[in-house]
């Protein structure tokens, strides 16, 4: 699979995705992260551990905790992807405008 099947497929499930929207704010251990979201911490950990495997988080080890921050630079090929969509809806739009102008100036 690609990174990118990799990071929407992480991110298609809402509590993965809830955790990235706290982990913008700033790093949170497992258990804040857990309290947060009112899950428990082996679920925290789980849903951590397939966002990390899919490249979208980094775990620091801080005395007895692991403190998870996002990885930006995992984000990059998702912003592009969904820039994509832009140049396409632009260029149809574009089109749909011509196409418009067209049929005023024939009138």
């Known amino acids: 699979m690609t990174v990118l099947t990799e990071t929407l497929k992480a991110l298609a499930e809402p509590t993965r995705l809830h955790m990235v929207e706290l982990l913008k704010e700033r790093p949170y251990s497992v258990n804040e992260c857990a309290k947060l979201l009112d899950i428990g911490q082996p679920q925290a950990s789980k849903h951590l ?46 089109r749909l405008d011509g196409h418009l102008t067209e049929r005023k100036d024939k009138r």
Do not use: H
């Open 49 to 94: 551990k397939i966002l990390n495997d899919a490249g979208l988080v980094v775990a620091k080890t801080a005395a007895q905790k692991r403190i998870y921050s996002l990885i930006p630079e995992a984000f990059c090929q998702l912003d592009e992807w969904v820039k994509s969509f832009t140049v396409l809806w632009d260029n149809r739009l574009a």
